[in-house]
């Protein structure tokens, strides 16, 4: 059963665009939801993360947009830089203090310059 | 910066074979998490703990023990490998709370 499932699996834009990475869940217990950044060869890095309390949480060129009726959020990556080729990963976690992470499938994100 | 160290970084080992995998945090940090990647399934949690000599299983534990020896020090244990458990390893450390969680380099172990 896959409880936190992302969309595209691959996604490519051109340098200068946004990137738009879509990420869904099924428990609604969930509370707590992490954006990890991964580059060949590393360990995912946290990139952003958004508490389900907010509706939208800002950093840099990262944006994610949480819509709790829906379960859904997604991650805006604007003015994409090749640097920003990588694999993102969405993960949920529920109030338990295991800090138990469920992660999507990750989507693989190009950016051609 | 966290630091989260594991070894070996590659492993090859023949089906049935015993293999240990370690993991070493410096950052006096309460829990760790052992995950394996798999292209298709992302990271998915094996064994963790929320301090020396504790062991909680997560969701695909089948196959593999772990052991914290010390608030250091975490180990996975595949004591007969199967082809099945060829795969990335991750292990990640937390200080608890809402803190977040730091991932080390990875383990590439192929089973033959």
């Known amino acids: 059963q896959q409880q936190v499932r992302q969309s595209p699996q691959s996604l490519t834009v051109w340098e200068g665009e946004t990137a738009i990475l879509n990420c869904s869940y099924e428990d609604s217990t969930f509370n707590y939801f992490p954006w990890y950044q991964q580059f060949p060869g590393e360990g995912p890095a946290l990139l952003i993360s958004?508490?389900?309390?907010?509706d939208k949480k800002e950093d840099g060129r990262f944006t994610i947009f949480f819509n709790k009726r829906e379960k859904k959020l997604s991650l805006h990556i604007t003015d994409s830089q090749p640097g920003d080729s990588a694999t993102y990963f969405c993960a949920a976690k529920t109030g338990a203090n295991t800090g138990k992470l469920t992660f999507g499938h990750g989507t693989i994100l190009r950016v051609h310059p | 910066e966290a630091a989260v160290t594991q070894s070996p970084r590659n492993k090859v080992t023949v089906t049935g074979g015993n293999v240990t995998l370690s993991c070493r945090q410096t950052n006096s940090h309460n829990y760790m998490y052992w995950y394996r990647q798999d292209t298709g399934h992302g990271l998915r949690l094996i064994h963790y703990?929320?301090?020396?000599?504790?062991?909680q299983i997560g969701d695909v534990p089948d196959g593999y023990k772990a052991t914290r020896t010390t608030q250091e020090d975490f180990f996975l244990l595949l004591e007969l490998a199967s082809p099945s458990q060829t795969s990335l390893y991750f292990c990640?450390?937390?200080?608890?709370?809402?803190?977040?969680?730091?991932f080390g380099p990875g383990t590439r172990l192929t089973v033959l």
């Open positions: 703990s929320y301090g020396a000599g504790n062991l």
């Open positions: 958004i508490s389900s309390v907010s």
């Open positions: 990640a450390s937390r200080l608890g709370g809402d803190a977040e969680q730091f």
